[in-house]
């Protein structure tokens, strides 16, 4: 797997685990575990007034109770509140099925002090008992041992970089027709980017291998804009980039996350192959070079680097 497609699945992931709450989530472990374990990991469903018997999965080959949580969803009262109802309502069933309990969490900034206080007081309680959390690192380690073939099943399909030095002008093109939909007044002007703009805006390193595949096909773009037979096209797309990313900009979300948001925005219905993922990083990688996505360093700056 080249290093394109792998920061692209890893990113994809990162996006996909900050997008998802609550049932979400959960659907996505479970997807995940079954995938990485066939025919070992059960995903558990309620069943009429018994419910889950205090399980969402299972791992048969290691006796692994999985209890999925959303801890930022609720108040510190009630995560703490569930977890040990869920924990002491699950032994009397599981008692001789389970040598493990896995708290399972979407929470990627990490656990409450609370929280972790909980989970240590039950690992006394329960000392023979292998308890333990899963969060963002755990569930990522499991991911990214899937097969490229699973990994495509579970992301969707993935831009490559030998994809990348074929990509077409159709490809950029087909792309391009879903952003000029969006409804955007001409505004902005469009300004070099320095050459410190990633680290100045805090993206990963997955964003900046993306960045830089796309650039390789950026000037594409930029000839695409220069030769349509509407002067003004280019300007209409620079205005729908611009509001779009103020918009994600006024959420306060994470710089990884307005790019992954951006991917979204540009894709819009047509993201289904290898060529189309490609196409998206270079409109990415021309409008990050030449119009204002993403903040440029000031300009003292630019003068150190």
Not at 170 to 184: C, F, K, M, P, T
Not at 204 to 231: A, C, I, W, Y
Request: net charge negative; aromatic share 12%.
């Amino acid at each position: 797997m080249d290093n394109l497609k792998l920061a692209y699945y890893d990113s994809k992931f990162e996006s996909q685990f900050l997008r998802s709450t609550g049932m979400s989530f959960q659907d996505f472990f479970s997807e995940i575990m079954e995938k990485r374990y066939p025919e070992d990991f059960t995903r558990i469903r309620p069943w009429g007034n018994v419910g889950d018997r205090k399980c969402d999965g299972y791992l048969s080959s290691k006796k692994t109770l999985f209890q999925v949580y959303a801890p930022n969803e609720m108040t510190m009262a009630e995560a703490i509140a569930k977890i040990d109802v869920d924990f002491h309502d699950a032994l009397p069933f599981w008692n001789n099925y389970i040598s493990s309990w896995i708290f399972v969490h979407n929470s990627r900034q990490g656990l409450s002090a609370d929280v972790k206080k909980k989970l240590e007081s039950l690992k006394t309680e329960e000392p023979i008992m292998n308890i333990v959390e899963w969060g963002y690192g755990e569930i990522r380690n499991e991911v990214l041992q899937l097969s490229e073939f699973e990994l495509g099943s579970l992301l969707g399909a993935a831009p490559s970089n030998r994809i990348m030095t074929q990509l077409r002008y159709e490809d950029i093109r087909s792309v391009l027709i879903n952003v000029a939909r969006q409804e955007s007044s001409i505004e902005g002007v469009i300004k070099p980017v320095p050459g410190n703009k990633i680290n100045h805006n805090s993206l990963s390193k997955n964003v900046e291998t993306m960045l830089s595949s796309g650039m390789r096909k950026s000037n594409q773009v930029r000839n695409f804009f220069k030769e349509h037979k509407d002067p003004r096209y280019g300007d209409r797309i620079t205005a729908a980039y611009n509001k779009k990313y103020n918009e994600l900009k006024e959420q306060i979300l994470d710089p990884d996350l307005i790019f992954y948001e951006l991917q979204n925005f540009t894709a819009g219905e047509t993201r289904s192959t290898p060529e189309i993922e490609c196409a998206i990083l270079a409109i990415l990688a021309y409008f990050f070079e030449e119009c204002e996505i993403f903040e440029e360093p000031p300009i003292k700056e630019n003068l150190l680097r």
